[in-house]
């Protein structure tokens, strides 16, 4: 069973860093394309970081403060993530594309406040 699995959450002051992991396991084959995702209470899912092949995608509202990268011997990808304010407070999901086939992990809170 292949299960995408997010880590590196937690609460951060304003002005500082995380690093988000997502690990997929349970199966042989590479993910092709991969996305992070964040949900507030306050808005709807929205799309943060992609990476398809080796070209990568920025929401407006993150970039050049958030890097999206992946180690593919691992299957796992990262997100960088700096500058963080506190409207980045969200639960950050990653989704992984294997086939024809997406997965989603459960999700990690960042919770930017001071």
């Known amino acids: 069973q292949v299960r995408m699995v997010e880590s590196g959450g937690g609460l951060v002051q304003p002005g500082g860093s995380l690093r988000l992991s997502c690990v997929a396991s349970g199966t042989r084959f590479s993910i092709s394309a991969m996305g992070w995702y964040r949900q507030s209470p306050e808005k709807q899912r929205e799309l943060v970081a992609s990476?398809?092949?080796?070209?990568?995608n920025y929401a407006d509202f993150v970039r050049g403060r958030f890097t999206i990268s992946r180690d593919g011997a691992k299957n796992t990808f990262y997100l960088q993530m700096n500058n963080l304010k506190p409207e980045d407070t969200a639960v950050y999901s990653c989704?992984?594309?294997?086939?024809?086939?997406?997965?989603w992990g459960q999700g990690t809170q960042v919770t930017v406040s001071s």
């Open positions: 990476i398809i092949g080796g070209r990568t």
């Open positions: 989704n992984g594309r294997i086939g024809d086939q997406n997965y």
